[in-house]
Each structure stands twice: as structure tokens, then as C-alpha cells.
């Protein structure tokens, strides 16, 4: 028997919405003190879509150092699918990543959108390496319209694990 590794790449987003008077910080002393699910609108895995495995192939032999720094919204409705290299349809452009961080094979990913930034119906979310165009790493599909707006903010918040498993 040729005992071969294999890996499986999982993402899973939140979908906070919050006072118009908060900020990043604001969210982070809520989640020291487990707070901040008070305020949460939607979770749910995501689908990592076929050119973040590209990206992620790029990435690992050298050939591109373009991260995921990019967090991106839209009014789309369709669900995502392998082949998606974009949202459906983006709202504004993307906001650069508030905070990116690792623990053990989890990334992390808070995009904290202010009152100003890409107001809108937002139906669908996804990760990408620039704001617009460029490589989509995965897209998620909301459960139900989000509305953000001037009133309010907002933060999606990504985790992206990388597991071994033997075959």
C-alpha cells in the first residue's frame, strides 16, 4: 500500500453588523469578552473556489506573492460555484483585510466595514488578492440580504483551515 497525504482546504465566514459609532476595536473588546455574537447576522462555510487553489498553488512554488489581502461584497444571488472568478456582482471595490492572522493551520481574516464603506444589499461575500479583479480565493452565498448602511457598520470575519488527513 503507497500511503499518500491528502489535505482539504474548509472556510467559514461570519457576518457581524454593528453600531454606527463602532469601530475594529470596538468588535475586538466585544470577542475578548465573547460579546460580539450578540451581534452576529450570518455564518456559514463558503466554497474556496478554483482560482484561490491556483492562487494557493502560485503561492507555494513562487510564482506570484500576491496574498489575500481583500475582502469583497456584492448584490449577487447565485450560488457560488468552482468556477467563480469574481463576485456576481461587487459591490464598490474591496476593502483591504482590517487584520490578518494565523493560528495553527487557521487563517484569519476581519474586514471591518465603516459607515461609508460599500453600502448596499448585501447577498453575497468573498476573498480576494487585490480590490478588484484578479484571483478570488473563495465566495460565500449570505442566508438572507444583509442591509448595510450609513446607520450601521459591519465586519466579516473568515477562517480558513488547512487540514492533513492520510489516506
Given at each position: 500500500m503507497?500511503?499518500?497525504?491528502?489535505?482539504?482546504?474548509?472556510?467559514?465566514?461570519?457576518?457581524?453588523?454593528?453600531?454606527?459609532?463602532?469601530?475594529y476595536?470596538?468588535?475586538?473588546?466585544?470577542k475578548?469578552?465573547?460579546?460580539?455574537?450578540?451581534?452576529?447576522k450570518?455564518?456559514?462555510?463558503?466554497?474556496?473556489?478554483?482560482?484561490?487553489l491556483?492562487?494557493i498553488?502560485?503561492?507555494?512554488?513562487?510564482?506570484?506573492?500576491?496574498?489575500?489581502?481583500?475582502c469583497r461584497?456584492?448584490?449577487?444571488?447565485n450560488?457560488?460555484?468552482?468556477g467563480?472568478?469574481?463576485?456576481q456582482?461587487?459591490i464598490?471595490s474591496?476593502?483591504?483585510?482590517?487584520?490578518?492572522?494565523r493560528?495553527?493551520?487557521?487563517?484569519?481574516?476581519?474586514?471591518?466595514f465603516?459607515?461609508?464603506s460599500?453600502?448596499?444589499?448585501?447577498?453575497?461575500?468573498?476573498?480576494?488578492?487585490?480590490?478588484t479583479?484578479s484571483?478570488?480565493?473563495?465566495?460565500r452565498?449570505?442566508?438572507?440580504?444583509?442591509?448595510k448602511?450609513?446607520?450601521?457598520t459591519a465586519l466579516?470575519?473568515?477562517?480558513i483551515t488547512?487540514?492533513?488527513?492520510a489516506d
Amino acid at each position: 500500500m503507497n500511503p499518500q497525504a491528502k489535505f482539504a482546504l474548509k472556510g467559514n465566514v461570519e457576518l457581524y453588523e454593528l453600531p454606527s459609532h463602532y469601530t475594529y476595536q470596538d468588535y475586538l473588546a466585544l470577542k475578548k469578552n465573547n460579546e460580539h455574537i450578540k451581534f452576529l447576522k450570518d455564518k456559514g462555510d463558503n466554497l474556496v473556489v478554483d482560482a484561490g487553489l491556483a492562487q494557493i498553488v502560485d503561492l507555494m512554488i513562487g510564482t506570484d506573492t500576491s496574498s489575500f489581502t481583500h475582502c469583497r461584497v456584492g448584490s449577487g444571488t447565485n450560488t457560488p460555484a468552482a468556477g467563480n472568478t469574481d463576485m456576481q456582482t461587487i459591490i464598490g471595490s474591496g476593502v483591504t483585510v482590517t487584520n490578518r492572522y494565523r493560528s495553527g493551520s487557521v487563517a484569519y481574516y476581519d474586514t471591518f466595514f465603516p459607515t461609508s464603506s460599500n453600502n448596499g444589499s448585501w447577498e453575497e461575500t468573498g476573498i480576494a488578492n487585490a480590490s478588484t479583479g484578479s484571483d478570488l480565493l473563495c465566495r460565500r452565498k449570505f442566508s438572507s440580504t444583509f442591509t448595510k448602511t450609513s446607520s450601521n457598520t459591519a465586519l466579516v470575519a473568515w477562517s480558513i483551515t488547512l487540514s492533513a488527513t492520510a489516506d
